[in-house]
Nanobody, 120 residues
Framework: QVQLVESGGGFVQAGGSLKLSCAASESILSFNFEGWYRQAPGKERELVAQLNQGGSVEYYADSVKGRFTISRDVDKNTVSLQMNSLKPEDTADYYC?????????????WGQGTQVTVSS
């Protein structure tokens, strides 16, 4: 069973930075996509940033473009999200996701989530 373990959340003032990391229990090259989602209170979970299997950026949400950077370390099987110029509206639970095509369907794997709180 794939395990994803996030770290790096916390409390920060507006304008500050945080870096989230996600460690996978197996090679991230086995996944078609790796990314970060977030869910704010009372809102649906949304995709924030995503890499494809080749390591290229597949997606950034418009709200984070120019402020967040997704990256990966294949040797360490980690995916990171560097978040700069944080805003109060970035406050949410952030989830690491890995997605893999399994013959007939997509298999999605999730971390336990890490909380990010940005104060104004």
């Amino acid at each position: 069973q794939v395990q994803l373990v996030e770290s790096g959340g916390g409390f920060v003032q507006a304008g500050g930075s945080l870096k989230l990391s996600c460690a996978a229990s197996e090679s991230i090259l086995s996944f078609n996509f790796e990314g970060w989602y977030r869910q704010a209170p009372g809102k649906e979970r949304e995709l924030v940033a995503q890499l494809n299997q080749g390591g290229s950026v597949e997606y950034y949400a418009d709200s984070v473009k120019g402020r967040f950077t997704i990256s990966r370390d294949v040797d360490k099987n980690t995916v990171s999200l560097q978040m700069n110029s944080l805003k109060p509206e970035d406050t949410a639970d952030y989830y690491c996701n890995a997605r893999r095509w399994n013959t007939l369907q997509w298999d999605d794997y999730w971390g336990q989530g890490t909380q990010v709180t940005v104060s104004s």
